[in-house]
């Protein structure tokens, strides 16, 4: 490829081409002498007009002094042209790489600015958990005193509300409207003959519970009485449990403690007890307040506060309710 590209480079050497040539094809002749001869070596080949002079040395010589000077000129522009060339793709590959080099660059700052954008942030969410979570101690430390508080004075207003009804007693079953104008004495006399009690017990008020006047088809309304003394109250149930039955015209009629809402709802809670209990000769059974079951089975003296222990107790000694 060289030898073409020389060829074709330099006009002026034509003549050491020819040299050069003939120099070859002398070096190649005996090796090809040798393969398709087969006459004897004493036979000389005839001469011959047309064949070419055989180059001398410094012919020879001369033409690769030639030849050298255009494989020089040809390097010369061969590195100039590569040299050309490296710099025009030198000199795009800075431009792209100082362009790409400037968008990253933007890029990292945009990147250093949201970073500290979310830096601050961060720092303020950080300082704000810091504070609510103080905050947060505080007003847990807060809400519990204050739910201790709470509870406290709950269980005193239900106390004050029970010691303000403890002379009071409910009367349910009486028609309505039997007590006509006057229920403080109707009431009065009504409890001394029901209940034979010695003398008409004093009574301070008396009214039925605040609600709308029933059909004539709806139970009464029950009746709230308030006793000027504690033990006359006291007595009045007493006979009345022993009594076990009272009837007014005969109709039944119940009386009961009146007790705060929140009482009446813990002792409701073992009705269902009661009521397995109820009518057994072999057991007594009793609630004390609040809302404690005694019951004594067998000459064994059991409490329950808890309704369901209780109905699990019964359920076990006296079997499932009917």
Known sequence: SLYIMLRSKSGKAASSWLVLEQFFKKSEAPETGLETSSAPCSEAPEADDNTVEEPSNKTVLAAFAALSADVNWIRSEVCATIENRITEVSATIRGEISSLNENVQKSISELRGISAVHETSLKELEESASSHSDILSTLQSTVDH???????????????????????????????????????????????????????????????????????????????????????????????????????????????????????????????????????????????????????HGGVKMSFTDPKEAQDYAEKHFGQPQ
């Open 146 to 296: 204050l739910t201790t508080k709470v509870k406290h004075l709950d269980e005193k207003c239900e106390d004050l509300e029970v010691r303000s009804r403890r002379n009071n007693i409910r009367i349910i079953g009486i028609p309505q409207g039997k007590e006509g104008p006057r229920p403080r004495e109707f009431i009065s006399q009504l409890l001394s003959e029901t209940l034979s009690l010695p003398e008409q017990p004093l009574i301070d008020r008396v009214h039925r519970i605040n609600r709308q006047k029933p059909k004539p088809e709806d139970p009464p309304r029950p009746f709230i009485l308030r006793l000027h003394y504690y033990h006359v109250r006291e007595e009045i149930l007493r006979r009345a449990i022993e009594k076990n039955k009272l009837e007014y015209q005969g109709r039944k009629i119940h009386t009961f403690p009146d007790f705060p809402p929140s009482v009446v709802k813990q002792r409701a809670a073992f009705t269902k007890v009661r009521e397995m209990l109820r009518g057994r000769s072999d057991v007594r059974y009793g609630l004390i307040y609040p809302a404690r079951l005694m019951v004594t």
